[in-house]
């Protein structure tokens, strides 16, 4: 009986329905987020900056990608640092040609060896006191960082932990 009650099917609707659940729960908090952001920048409120840190290593297929979706974003005030993670492709020419058309985005060369390396590099560079992170293969929609910025209205705040959904063309992943 256990058995015909733990059906592929049955196992599938409720694998489906929690994913659901989770989904729906996280876009509340982003509609949250939304409404915060537009107060925001109704308001005569400063808007704070945020850095975005980037750790890069053999990227320049993809990171193309990323800064023209960070170029999109309707936060107005931020930085992108990439750092290089001793990349043996051509990522660091593809960020200098963005820093050239944009001085927001900057390219460090990594201190150490591997990624909590490199973004402790960024970290130590950052302007500005939110940090944002996010992998070179990542598209945020334009929403991304004022979305996070509105997490920041709060003075009882000790940390941000943001979703970044994986999007692929192939598999049970890239359907949606």
Known sequence: MFEQFWSFQTFWMLFVGIQVSLWLRMESGYSKARIAARKRRDSTKEVQGISVIVAAKNEADQIGNLLSALEAQVHPVFEVIVVDDHSTDSTADVVRRWNNRDSRYSLLESDGSGKKAAL???????????????DADCFPPPSWLARHASYYDSDSRVGVVGFAPLRTKKGLLGLV
Request: glycine share 6%; hydrophobic share 40%.
């Open 120 to 134: 402790q590099t960024g970290i130590e560079a950052a302007k500005y006191d939110i940090c944002a992170f996010t």
